[in-house]
């Protein structure tokens, strides 16, 4: 398994969690780009939201509510915060597990493209 957060998951690569549960986990991305920015993923391995289906599609109304929980906890539900999901290459996507980014701590640029 060749896959960088199935290897987080099961532990073989360190992380800082701040997240976890029988579904998904949580932890800091390794090159922040904001002063919060954490990578939100499922256990199971998908790869985009292109290999999404009706039946594996379930946890992400979960990752929302998690991601509500973590913000309030860090103490950026007030100021805001936004959550990303980058499909394919245009989509800017690196790492094909597919991951849910919160990002807040700051001004976000306005810019979404
Ligand atoms: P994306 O470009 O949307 O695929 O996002 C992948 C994210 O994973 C990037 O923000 C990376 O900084 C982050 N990342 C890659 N490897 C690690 C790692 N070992 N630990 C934490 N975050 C990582
Ligand atoms: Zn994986």
Same mark, same amino acid.
């Given at each position: 398994?060749?896959? /960088?957060?199935?290897?987080?998951?099961?532990?073989?690569?360190?992380?800082? *969690?701040?997240?976890?549960?029988?579904?998904?986990?949580?932890?800091?991305?390794?090159?922040?780009?904001?002063?919060? $920015?954490?990578?939100?993923?499922?256990?199971? $391995?998908? !790869?985009? !939201?292109?290999?999404?289906?009706?039946?594996?599609?379930?946890?992400?109304? @979960?990752?929302?509510? /998690?991601?509500? *929980?973590? !913000?309030?906890?860090?103490?950026?539900?007030?100021?805001?915060?936004?959550?990303?999901?980058?499909?394919?290459?245009?989509?800017?996507?690196?790492?094909? @597990?597919? @991951?849910? @980014?919160?990002?807040?701590?700051?001004?976000? !640029?306005?810019?979404?493209?």
């Amino acid at each position: 398994m060749e896959c /960088v957060f199935c290897k987080i998951i099961n532990g073989e690569i360190p992380s800082k *969690k701040v997240y976890e549960d029988d579904r998904i986990l949580a932890f800091n991305d390794i090159s922040p780009m904001a002063p919060t $920015h954490i990578v939100i993923v499922p256990k199971e $391995h998908i !790869a985009s !939201a292109n290999e999404l289906t009706e039946e594996n599609a379930e946890f992400i109304s @979960h990752v929302f509510v /998690v991601a509500a *929980k973590i !913000a309030k906890d860090l103490g950026i539900d007030e100021s805001g915060y936004r959550i990303v999901n980058n499909c394919g290459a245009d989509g800017g996507q690196t790492v094909y @597990h597919i @991951h849910f @980014h919160l990002l807040g701590g700051k001004k976000l !640029a306005v810019n979404l493209a």
